[in-house]
């Protein structure tokens, strides 16, 4: 069997280099204070041996981990089953990935999970957290606050004084005007009787879609309402719920894609026809649901897979600090104390009616 050749060490880049090790480690773990020349001396040494730096010493020198935790408020039973948080997570490890920093991905299980998720957040692991499917009230955010850590939350914040707060940033979709668009849509096509299954309402998401079918529906009957969970099955029971109680609905606004497909899938057991005798409209238009379902789903599209790089990108400036990363498109979300809005940082991204055979 070969002998197997040594790793390089810091000391043998140094001696190459023809510098000290204090200043071949302030190099290659990006601290400042060495002169260009020296720089490139070290640099060639390092091409030269295919030394790799330790990521210890490198945090150690520039006190950054190039992590990011990435905590969604949910188990994983429903993180791995639902492809909104596929699309999500795709976003945001594009955007974290091409700054050359790392997701660490954390769920919450159950209540016993938040001091888990805490003792991480405060040990100095990640230099951020990006905070997403939050119920209220949910500790993740006062938790990363008190620890110091930057964060970004995805979602409108719907605790109390998040109105105000200067310091907080915030990615979400225009959910009231696209639940607008959805029921307005089902009124053009003539239908009267239109329920919806809305979303669990501790989250804010589902609140916004809500006040948006009250928008067109300010008179409608509080029976057409059923809270679901944003899965099929939960969107199954709602539906079961609202025929039981209004079996001459002719429409349905489900909050979610997902919701809707089990929506579909009842409303076939009871022999109702879609669009025919019952027009369903979902939201999101995630890649594996709207188009698949029978018939295809009409639904609202919100860019789930932006929203999460958006997510990211202003977590990065926050942590760059107020210049930012250059190439971004996500604006900055760090302000001079003169300049700091009066309430959070928010970047509502738009939503559209995407047309297929459902409605």
């Given at each position: 069997?070969?002998?197997?050749?040594?790793?390089?060490?810091?000391?043998?880049?140094?001696?190459?280099?023809?510098?000290?090790?204090?200043?071949?480690?302030?190099?290659?773990?990006?601290?400042?204070?060495?002169?260009?020349?020296?720089?490139?001396?070290?640099?060639?040494?390092?091409?030269?041996?295919?030394?790799?730096?330790?990521?210890?010493?490198?945090?150690?020198?520039?006190?950054?981990?190039?992590?990011?935790?990435?905590?969604?408020?949910?188990?994983?039973?429903?993180?791995?089953?639902?492809?909104?948080?596929?699309?999500?997570?795709?976003?945001?490890?594009?955007?974290?990935?091409?700054?050359?920093?790392?997701?660490?991905?954390?769920?919450?299980?159950?209540?016993?999970?938040?001091?888990?998720?805490?003792?991480?957040?405060?040990?100095?692991?990640?230099?951020?957290?990006?905070?997403?499917?939050?119920?209220?009230?949910?500790?993740?955010?006062?938790?990363?606050?008190?620890?110091?850590?930057?964060?970004?939350?995805?979602?409108?914040?719907?605790?109390?004084?998040?109105?105000?707060?200067?310091?907080?940033?915030?990615?979400?979709?225009?959910?009231?005007?696209?639940?607008?668009?959805?029921?307005?849509?089902?009124?053009?096509?003539?239908?009267?009787?239109?329920?919806?299954?809305?979303?669990?309402?501790?989250?804010?998401?589902?609140?916004?879609?809500?006040d948006g079918y009250r928008d067109v529906l300010p008179d409608g009957d509080?029976?057409?309402?059923?809270?679901?969970?944003?899965?099929?099955?939960?969107?199954?029971?709602?539906?079961?719920?609202?025929?039981?109680?209004?079996?001459?609905?002719?429409?349905?606004?489900?909050?979610?894609?997902?919701?809707?497909?089990?929506?579909?899938?009842?409303?076939?057991?009871?022999?109702?026809?879609?669009?025919?005798?019952?027009?369903?409209?979902?939201?999101?238009?995630?890649?594996?649901?709207?188009?698949?379902?029978?018939?295809?789903?009409?639904?609202?599209?919100?860019?789930?897979?932006?929203?999460?790089?958006?997510?990211?990108?202003?977590?990065?400036?926050?942590?760059?600090?107020?210049?930012?990363?250059?190439?971004?498109?996500?604006?900055?979300?760090?302000?001079?104390?003169?300049?700091?809005?009066?309430?959070?940082?928010?970047v509502i991204t738009p939503t559209r009616l995407v047309l297929r055979a459902?409605?």
């Open positions: 069997m070969p002998e197997q050749t040594p790793r390089p060490t810091l000391e043998s880049v140094a001696e190459l280099a023809g510098v000290s090790r204090a200043t071949a480690s302030r190099v290659v773990n990006g601290g400042e204070g060495v002169r260009e020349a020296l720089r490139e001396k070290v640099r060639r040494a390092v091409d030269e041996l295919g030394y790799v730096p330790n990521p210890a010493a490198r945090t150690l020198v520039t006190r950054h981990n190039r992590a990011v935790a990435v905590v969604v408020a949910e188990p994983g039973s429903r993180l791995f089953s639902d492809p909104f948080f596929a699309q999500q997570l795709r976003g945001i490890g594009r955007e974290l990935a091409a700054a050359d920093h790392q997701m660490v991905l954390m769920m919450v299980e159950d209540q016993h999970d938040y001091e888990r998720v805490g003792r991480y957040l405060a040990g100095g692991h990640v230099d951020g957290a990006l905070l997403f499917s939050l119920h209220q009230p949910d500790p993740l955010p006062a938790m990363a606050r008190k620890v110091g850590l930057p964060f970004v939350v995805g979602g409108r914040p719907g605790w109390a004084g998040a109105e105000s707060d200067p310091d907080l940033v915030y990615v979400d979709s225009d959910n009231r005007g696209g639940a607008r668009l959805a029921v307005g849509h089902l009124r053009s096509l003539g239908r009267t009787v239109i329920a919806t299954v809305t979303g669990p309402l501790d989250q804010t998401s589902s609140l916004d879609r809500l509080p029976a057409l309402i059923a809270e679901g969970d944003f899965t099929p099955d939960g969107g199954g029971r709602a539906m079961a719920e609202l025929l039981a109680r209004r079996p001459d609905l002719d429409a349905v606004f489900a909050a979610s894609d997902a919701m809707a497909s089990g929506a579909l899938r009842v409303l076939r057991e009871a022999g109702r026809r879609v669009p025919e005798d019952v027009a369903v409209v979902g939201f999101d238009d995630v890649e594996s649901i709207a188009a698949w379902t029978a018939p295809p789903l009409t639904t609202v599209r919100q860019d789930i897979e932006e929203m999460g790089r958006l997510m990211a990108g202003l977590l990065l400036r926050r942590l760059a600090g107020a210049g930012g990363r250059s190439g971004s498109a996500a604006p900055a979300a760090v302000f001079p104390s003169a300049l700091r809005p009066a309430g959070p940082t928010s459902s409605a």
